[in-house]
């Protein structure tokens, strides 16, 4: 489903920084795929490459067949409302907005039909449909990232993103969290999941390991 | 997003920051109150001297004393000299002429201050003779006006604006004066609102005309009112009344015109005056504009971390365009509703408490509010810009 083929994406920061150093990576449907590596590998770039927030120097990026890389701004924009959802370490609500407007941004750029009905699914499906006259600032983390994740599953989106999702949360909240990924998984959402946490990637299918821009090492693991 | 939704976004994100919006609004409002308010004034003015003109029939010509430029301008300066026009100017336009009437009417400005006991009154007295009132737009409310015989006996009688004779504390049949010479009030008239302006406030008396040139002591005239006999005629007549006194004066020292040609040079008056006011006014809407555009451009830099969530779920650089372009048109198109309302406001206040009477036209509302959008595209174009064109991944971590 996703074709990543030598990939490279470099940052001057100071020095040259080689962020993908020639990353092929296939993602097929169905998959728990957990990303992880050391802080600076690469693995947060390689996430939003794959999700079209970024876009590589070099190399072939294919999404069920079509050349992405070669999309305009605006068609990468529309595909990634369509087929993605992303789920952020800092939640990334917007603020002054209750909960049900954060999770019906994606559909009011999508213009879907029965919005208001998606929403509050979405919300349910995550246990805070209660929530959904609060700001973010008037929950916990925990129900700030759960709506944050009903935002990613409103379009009803083939891929879910996570960067690090349970990254500014307690243990306990942070489980739940990740019980909530494994549900979505079970239902036949693809989920590709950065971390630098090795005890998250208890439900993940495939680990792939990153080091200085690159895949170090891509294991399937049965569950 | 629908344009709905994005309308719903701005008012939202601009109630966020009411202050801020408010003071960023004043500039705008402050430049469309001044625009619409002073073109209400000039229009206002142009209304009246138009409705004083259409007071004068087709077929009225108007001489005046000294000689107009080239473009038809009457000599301003010239009605404050001693006039060119004589009494039988009068009577050799009425021998040498063939399609003017025969009844030629004129008035006489004369000075002196009105007293009436101990009341004293700076106006503006006039002799006329009774056609002339056609000059004033006057209408007797009470008593009478002048007949041909006072005239011809000279009686000393005076008409006066009921707005004199309160000031003067003076009724019809009491006698009051006009510096030294008495005269018998016969009637009061009101004065139509058009001419207040340009009559110190109404305050005006009308005496019979052969008096005022028997007070003033000469056979100077300052206004001479003829017909033309049929309305087809009337430039035909302004030729002949001009080749005649020239004739006569052997110099083109006075002024013949149609009212509507007053008008005319009034209208291109004020035209220019309303240019003036759109081009200085304009200068505070770019003030206005400035200050939304610096605003505009907080505003993008403290929401990038939103830009870069609203580019995430797949809003397009389009889309995030026309989000901040709305904001700002809506900000100028909210201060310009809020200065015309000002605007509105004051003109009323105006018309109640002035001789003045504003008047705001649609197409000045119109221009306010058009004004007012393209400052606020203008103005919200770069901010707009700028975030629509902003990297998602560096704006998701803008701290």
């Given amino acids: 489903m996703l074709h990543l083929k030598n990939a490279r994406k470099r940052f001057t920061a100071g020095e040259v920084v080689n962020a993908l150093d020639g990353v092929t990576l296939n993602i097929t449907a169905g998959e728990f795929v957990g990303i992880i590596g050391p802080s600076g590998c690469g693995k947060s770039t390689l996430l939003y490459t794959l999700g079209l927030l970024d876009s590589v120097d070099e190399g072939e990026y294919s999404i069920d067949g079509m050349r992405v890389d070669e999309f305009s701004s605006r068609q990468r924009a529309l595909l990634r409302n369509k087929k993605f959802g ?13 909960s ?14 029965g919005a208001a009905t998606k929403v509050q699914r979405a919300l349910e499906q995550v246990g805070v449909w209660n929530k959904r006259r609060n700001w973010p600032n008037q929950m916990s983390g925990g129900q700030q990232q759960r709506v944050a994740i009903a935002r990613a599953l409103v379009t009803e989106p083939e891929i879910i993103l996570a960067d690090e999702p349970t990254g500014n949360l307690d243990s306990k909240t942070g489980s739940e969290i990740m019980d909530l990924f494994k549900k979505i998984h079970a239902k036949g959402t693809t989920v590709v999941m950065v971390t630098h946490n090795p005890d998250l990637l208890e439900y993940a299918t495939r680990i792939i390991e990153m080091r200085d821009g690159k895949i170090v090492s891509d294991k399937k693991v049965k569950r | 997003m629908s344009i709905f939704e994005n309308y719903k976004t701005a008012l939202k994100s601009l109630w966020n920051n009411r202050l801020r919006s408010f003071l960023t609004l004043l500039g705008i409002v402050i430049g469309v109150y001044a625009v619409v308010t002073l073109l209400a004034a000039a229009q206002g003015v142009q209304n009246q001297i138009g409705g004083f003109v259409e007071d004068f029939g087709p077929r009225t010509i ?25 009494v039988d100017d009068i009577d050799y336009l009425k021998a040498h002429t063939t399609l003017i009437e025969s009844v030629i009417d004129y008035a006489v400005f004369i000075g002196g201050l009105a007293t009436h006991g101990d009341k004293k009154l700076t106006g503006m007295p006039v002799g006329i003779t009774p056609g002339a009132e056609e000059l004033f737009s006057i209408k007797i409310v009470t008593g009478r006006n002048f007949e041909q015989a006072d005239l011809d006996k000279k009686n000393r009688f005076i008409v006066l604006s009921e707005a004199a004779a309160d000031k003067l504390a003076v009724k019809v049949g009491e006698t009051m004066n006009i510096g030294v010479d008495k005269f018998e009030v016969i009637g ?15 305050e005006m008396f009308l005496i019979p005309a052969p008096v005022a040139n028997e007070i003033n002591k000469s056979p100077q005239v300052n206004r001479i009112v003829v017909h033309s006999k049929t309305v087809e005629d009337v430039d035909r007549a302004i030729t002949e009344v001009r080749e005649a006194l020239t004739t006569k004066h052997g110099t083109t020292d006075f002024t013949v015109m149609k009212p509507s040609e007053i008008l005319k040079t009034v209208d291109q008056i004020i035209n220019v005056l309303k240019y003036m006011v759109i081009g200085i006014t304009s200068i505070s809407l770019l003030v206005g504009g400035i200050g ?62 002035s001789p003045l009477e504003p008047a705001i036209t649609g197409t000045t509302i119109m221009m306010a509010v058009g004004m007012g959008v393209v400052a606020g595209v203008i103005f919200g174009l770069l901010p707009a810009v700028r975030a629509a064109r902003k990297n998602p991944v560096t704006a998701l971590k803008y701290e």
């Fill in chain 1, 100 to 113: 049900f407007d954060n999770v019906l941004l994606p559909l009011l750029y999508s213009q879907t039909r």
């Fill in chain 2, 62 to 86: 108007l001489v005046m004393p000294g000689e107009s430029d080239s473009s038809g301008t009457p000599n301003f300066a010239a009605q404050a000299a001693p006039s060119t026009l004589l």
């Fill in chain 2, 292 to 353: 939304i555009m610096n605003i505009m451009l907080v505003t993008v830099a403290e929401r990038t971390r939103e830009i870069g969530i609203r580019k995430a779920v797949g809003a397009t650089e389009g889309a995030i365009l026309t989000q901040f372009l709305i904001e700002s048109v809506l900000l100028t198109l909210i201060g310009s509703l809020i200065g015309i309302g000002l605007a509105a406001i004051t003109s009323y206040l105006a018309a109640k408490f």
């Fill in chain 1, 86 to 98: 992303f789920v952020f370490q800092s939640f990334n609500l917007i603020s002054r907005t209750t």
């Fill in chain 2, 188 to 202: 009061l008239f009101k004065i139509d609102q058009s001419l207040s302006i340009s009559s110190a406030q109404g």
